[in-house]
């Protein structure tokens, strides 16, 4: 699938550094007091149980073939693990693409838990038709979150 300039394709094992620095450098734009950078070992093996356990991840290559944002979602039950766009091309419809194809994939429900703290975010799923189904607390940071829920309609 190609939308703005963006190519989306399933994962490859090269992804895996070119997505540690997006990831990175995304959340750093978020604001939060957390090291992203010492975060990078715990995405490469999360990324790589996901993969082993069958969750879809989905890349989003922008015309120069450099990864430009990517989604995880397992098909089997509708949980979006991450959805995470490059700074450089916010604001341009990738989110709402790789948010589609995860809809696309898991065509019946998507759910996730969103950081409180990361507004940009919120406001994104709430226009995009999630609903906030409870709260939390991340296990990783122990920041508040959102449990958000979309439910096709039908």
Not at 106 to 123: I, K, M
Request: hydrophobic share 45%; proline share 4%; charged share 25%.
């Amino acid at each position: 699938m190609t939308t703005g300039g963006v190519r989306l394709r399933d994962f490859e094992a090269t992804d895996i550094a070119p997505l540690e620095d997006l990831w990175v450098a995304a959340w750093k734009t978020v604001g939060l007091e957390i090291d992203f950078d010492a975060r990078r070992p715990w995405l490469r093996e999360h990324l790589a149980r996901l993969a082993d356990k069958g969750v879809d991840i989905v890349v989003g290559v922008d015309a120069e073939g450099q990864s430009a944002g990517f989604a995880t979602i397992d098909t089997r039950n509708g949980h979006l693990d991450q959805l995470c766009v490059a700074p450089s091309v916010r604001g341009g419809g990738l989110a709402g693409t790789l948010l589609a194809e995860a809809k696309r994939r898991a065509p019946r429900r998507v759910e996730l838990h969103v950081n409180v703290d990361n507004p940009r975010a919120c406001r994104f799923y709430q226009r995009e038709g999630f609903r906030i189904v409870g709260h939390g607390v991340s296990a990783m940071s122990q920041l508040p979150v959102r449990h958000l829920l979309w439910v096709a309609d039908g």
